[in-house]
């Protein structure tokens, strides 16, 4: 079974500065990774996604996150925060190819990001 | 083009009473997914189609649950003698294929069951 943990529920920044929002996940396998966001009365958007591929991952609007195996992280960035950014962000596993949970999401609990003028 | 679109976006329903949701998702996307989004649980997996495989039903909480898809593009979630537990927002998605690809998402259904 895979799962993510977001290890902040809440971050609030200011406008302009950096966003690092944190996902740890763990899987038996190579996982499929994806950052979803989700603007308030908006549905799901994804940001990026991580497929064994380049462990570096750039996204939509300038957000980007590292896949490191060795710490089973999968960090989200951007290097500067805009007021539209506020939202929830949640960190996503996807099963196994060939698996009977493949294409089946597993959400993380979502961390709400505040942008301060 | 037209993105994935769910109705009602609002129900209201007593306890006990049956339900529908409906989703349609994008035209010639094979695979379609429910998820179920409550505080308590978070965003949860319910249910996956995938062509004319039979479905995922793994996720789906209880009996009470179940949904089709009819023609391999509509689904129908039907929650049968609905609890206040059921109350939540559902989700629908869809992707041109199961697995990675990317699945855009419509903007849910909120269920209250008063």
């Known amino acids: 079974a895979q799962s993510v943990t977001q290890l902040d529920s809440h971050v609030s920044v200011s406008e302009g500065t950096p966003v690092l929002l944190r996902c740890n996940y763990s899987?038996?396998?190579?996982?499929?990774l994806f950052w979803y966001v989700q603007h308030p009365n908006k549905g799901l958007q994804l940001l990026l996604k991580?497929?064994?591929?380049?462990?570096l991952v750039k996204g939509i609007n300038g957000f980007e996150a590292e896949f490191k195996k060795s710490e089973t992280s999968f960090h989200l960035t951007k290097p500067s925060a805009h007021m539209s950014d506020a939202a929830e962000y949640f960190c996503?596993?996807?099963?196994?190819?060939?698996?009977?949970?493949?294409?089946?999401?597993?959400f993380g609990q979502g961390t709400i990001l505040t942008v301060h003028p | 083009g037209a993105g994935v679109s769910q109705s009602p976006s609002n129900k209201v329903t007593e306890k006990g009473k049956d339900v529908e949701l409906r989703c349609d998702p994008i035209?010639?996307?094979?695979?379609l997914y429910w998820y179920r989004q409550s505080l308590g649980q978070g965003l949860e997996f319910l249910i996956y189609?995938?062509?004319?495989?039979?479905?995922?039903k793994s996720g789906l909480p209880s009996d009470r649950f179940s949904a089709e898809r009819t023609g391999g593009s509509v689904s129908t979630l039907t929650i049968q003698r609905t609890q206040q537990e059921d109350s939540a927002v559902y989700l629908c998605?869809?992707?041109?294929?199961?697995?990675?690809?990317?699945?855009?998402f419509g903007p849910g259904t909120r269920l209250t069951v008063t």
């Open positions: 998605a869809s992707s041109l294929a199961g697995g990675e690809y990317e699945q855009y």
């Open positions: 899987s038996s396998y190579s996982p499929s």
């Open positions: 035209s010639g996307h094979t695979a």
């Open positions: 996503v596993v996807s099963g196994p190819a060939g698996g009977t949970s493949y294409g089946k999401l597993t």
């Open positions: 991580y497929t064994s591929a380049a462990t």
């Open positions: 189609f995938q062509g004319n495989s039979a479905p995922d």
